[in-house]
């Protein structure tokens, strides 16, 4: 645990990914899913075994960026992984609204909170680049 201290002295004694946004936003995305994936078959290989595993993925990776060495190679790795997996979500959702699964209120926010965490990931992804680039010179 990296406990960090604020200007008035306190500590956080959270874990490095505790901190991050995009951490507390792919935890709203998968909690906010789990009503669809009640709803979807979850026998391996089934769009609800995709979409839990995807889901879960995101936040995983993001976890695993996070204890990286900061703005490394390996990094970029671990939340590129994440955005793939937030993508992924995404057209397992448009499936969901092709195959009327869902409401479309649970689709949309859940659309929603992907966007934002791609959005998220892909500035993460690309801060992690330029800095691993910079160290390469």
């Known amino acids: 645990m ?11 004694e959270r874990l490095a990914h505790e901190r991050l ?3 507390t936003v792919a935890l709203e995305f998968l909690e906010r899913i789990e009503p ?34 900061w703005k490394s190679a390996e990094q970029k790795r671990y939340f590129r992984n994440a955005r793939g997996s937030a993508l992924e979500c995404s057209s397992i959702l448009d499936i969901c609204r092709i195959r009327k699964t869902g409401s479309l209120e649970e689709l949309d926010e859940g659309r929603r909170l992907l966007v934002r965490l791609v959005k998220m990931l892909t500035r993460l992804t690309r801060d992690a680049q330029r800095t691993a680039s910079a160290g390469d010179q």
Do not use: C, F, N, T
């Open 36 to 69: 669809l994936l009640s709803k979807l078959p979850r026998s391996k290989g089934q769009l609800g075994d995709q979409l839990g595993r995807a889901s879960e993925s995101i936040v995983l990776r993001i976890a695993e960026g996070a204890g990286a060495e």
């Open 2 to 12: 990296h406990v960090v201290s604020d200007e008035s002295g306190d500590r956080d």
């Open 21 to 23: 946004d995009v951490y």
